[in-house]
């Protein structure tokens, strides 16, 4: 390949991601009072403690559930954070999306894979520790803050 398409194609890459990695993080600093534009872990904390009348035991059940997320998702942040470097690391050496920035890319999936999973277990193990008339309000604000950025169907 001639090494200015090759260039050309890796400044692409390189500047779609960081990019996108940079929108991302601009959307996770908006803090609005609207609930619906809170990351879901601090939707599902604001539903909790606003909207549900929880009981201590509760109350005492979900500060360990979140305790235990908080730490599960710092470390998971942390591996995301190293193989987004790898992949940098690995963009530069080589200036083409070869077999160690394919592996680099693969890792920073698997980790927001966890991530996004971890998020997903830290939610039903916060809804598994409500009343079923706690769950009906619970299941409808989470579904609400789900579909709030979903794009309409045409």
């Known amino acids: 390949m001639n090494p200015f398409w090759r260039n050309l194609i890796i400044t ?7 990019g996108g990695i940079g929108g991302w993080m601009g959307a996770q600093k908006l803090f609005d009072s609207d609930v619906q534009s809170l990351p879901l872990r601090q939707t ?4 909790v403690r606003r909207d549900l009348k929880l ?3 509760q109350s005492a ?3 360990a559930i979140e305790d235990k997320y908080y730490d599960r998702r710092t470390t998971l942040r942390g591996e995301v954070a190293v193989a987004n470097r790898e992949l940098a690391d690995a963009l530069m050496a080589d200036m083409a999306f070869g077999r160690e920035a394919q592996q680099a ?3 920073v999936e698997q980790g927001l894979g966890q991530l996004q999973r971890a998020t997903i277990l830290y ?3 916060v809804r598994d520790v409500l009343t079923s008339e706690q769950q009906m309000i619970y299941d409808r604000k989470v579904r609400e803050v789900l579909t709030a950025t ?4 045409p």
Do not use: G
């Open 12 to 18: 692409v890459v390189v500047a779609l991601l960081a």
């Open 44 to 47: 599902v904390h604001e539903i």
């Open 55 to 57: 009981t201590p035991s």
């Open 61 to 63: 059940e979900v500060q």
């Open 105 to 107: 890319s693969n890792h």
């Open 123 to 125: 939610v039903l193990q």
């Open 150 to 153: 979903a794009s309409p169907r």
